[in-house]
């Protein structure tokens, strides 16, 4: 299982990004899906999460601004956010963990929000 991220890039505050995670393989058999940021110098940390009984989880911080969604038929996870905040600037990672033990990450996108 592959996984490749898209649709970074710089935006102001305020501003709307989506972004894409493309999966080699089919993500049918993946249990979990999730987003994750690392800013400058902070740990990775959860922004969103969709398991494959599409319940989804969000970070405090991003409800009610972002969404994240799977489509199993295009093997993709997308995460569409909005009302960027300049805190939120930072490396968003897929991950996708299948049969509930095996982990795969992306490469990262970067997100810049500036203010």
């Known amino acids: 299982v592959q996984l490749v991220e898209s649709g970074g890039g710089s935006v102001q505050a305020g501003g709307s990004l989506r972004l894409s995670c493309a999966v080699s393989?089919?993500?049918?058999?993946?249990?979990?899906m999730g987003w994750y940021r690392q800013a400058p110098g902070k740990q990775r940390e959860l922004v969103a999460s969709?398991?494959?009984?599409?319940?989804?989880f969000y970070a405090d911080s991003v409800k009610g601004r972002f969404t994240i969604s799977r489509d199993n038929a295009k093997n993709t996870v997308a995460l569409q956010m909005n009302s960027l905040e300049p805190e939120e600037t930072g490396v968003y990672y897929c991950?996708?963990?299948?049969?509930?033990?095996?982990?795969?990450w992306g490469q990262g996108t970067q997100v810049t929000v500036s203010s």
């Open positions: 991950r996708a963990q299948v049969d509930y033990a095996y982990n795969y």
């Open positions: 393989g089919t993500i049918g058999n993946a249990n979990y």
């Open positions: 969709i398991r494959s009984g599409r319940s989804t």
